[in-house]
C-alpha cells in the first residue's frame, strides 16, 4: 500500500466495516509505524482490497483485512493472507494473531482455512455494538502442518479462475474485525 491508494483504500474500509478507521490512520500507519507492513491486492489497477500487519517480536498481528464487496468471492482474500504470511515468515515471525468479530462467520471461515484456531475472547471488544472479540492464532508458522497447509493453499490459488466484479446492491458496512 502507497500514499496514492488511500483513497481507494477509504472507499473499501468505509463499505467494508461499521467502525471505519478515520481517514488519516493508514496516512499515520504508512508514514510513522515501522513495525507495520500494509499490502494491497489489486485486479488490473484497480485496488480491490488491503491487508495490514503488525511485526511485534516474535509475533504477526494482523490489524486490518478487506476486500472490496464488489471483488468478494473471488479467493483475493486467500492471496492477501499468503502475502501477508510470506511476510511474517520472511521477519521470523513465529505465529500470527487477529481479532475478529465472533459474528464475521465470513472472516472466521477464511482464516480457519488458513490454519488460524479460536484461543480466546475479548468481551466487548467493539465499542459500537460491543460484541466480543475472537482472538485466533495459527500453529507456528514453521510448524510442519502449516508448512504443508499454506503450500496446499498456494498451490490451490495457483488454478483460480480470474476474478469476476460483481456490483452488489447497496448494504451498511459489516464490521470493524482484524
Ligand atoms: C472476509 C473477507 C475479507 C473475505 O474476502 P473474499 O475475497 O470474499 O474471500 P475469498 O474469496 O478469498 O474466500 C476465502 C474463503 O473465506 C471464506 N469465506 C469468504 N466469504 C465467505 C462468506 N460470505 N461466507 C462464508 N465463508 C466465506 C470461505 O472459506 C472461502 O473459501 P471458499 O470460497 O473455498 O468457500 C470479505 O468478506 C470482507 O472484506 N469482509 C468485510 C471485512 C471483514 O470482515 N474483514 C475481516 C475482519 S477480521
Avoid: C
Avoid at 13 to 33: D, K, M, Q
Avoid at 43 to 50: M, Q, S, T, Y
Avoid at 57 to 66: K, P, Q, S, Y
Avoid at 87 to 97: C, F, N, Q, S
Amino acid at each position: 500500500m502507497g500514499l496514492d491508494d488511500l483513497p481507494a483504500v477509504q472507499v473499501i474500509e468505509r463499505a467494508a466495516f461499521s467502525a471505519p478507521w478515520p481517514a488519516n490512520a493508514y496516512r499515520t500507519e504508512l508514514e510513522t509505524n515501522k513495525l507495520a507492513h500494509y499490502l494491497v491486492v489489486r485486479v488490473g489497477d484497480e485496488v480491490a482490497g488491503f491487508a495490514g500487519l503488525w511485526l511485534m517480536v516474535d509475533e504477526a498481528h494482523v490489524t486490518t483485512f478487506a476486500i472490496a464487496p464488489a471483488w468478494r468471492r473471488n479467493h483475493l482474500a486467500e492471496r492477501l493472507l499468503v502475502a501477508i504470511l510470506d511476510i511474517a515468515l520472511d521477519r521470523r515471525a513465529t505465529e500470527a494473531t487477529l481479532e475478529v468479530r465472533l459474528s464475521n462467520l465470513p472472516a472466521r471461515r477464511l482464516y480457519e482455512k488458513f490454519g488460524f484456531r479460536p484461543v480466546g475472547i475479548r468481551p466487548r471488544y467493539y465499542s459500537d455494538n460491543s460484541e466480543d472479540a475472537l482472538i485466533m492464532t495459527t500453529e507456528p508458522l514453521r510448524s510442519p502442518e502449516m508448512v504443508a497447509r499454506l503450500a496446499e493453499r498456494r498451490g490451490a490459488l495457483a488454478s483460480v479462475a480470474e476474478p469476476v466484479r460483481v456490483e452488489p446492491p447497496p448494504r451498511p458496512g459489516t464490521d470493524r474485525g482484524a
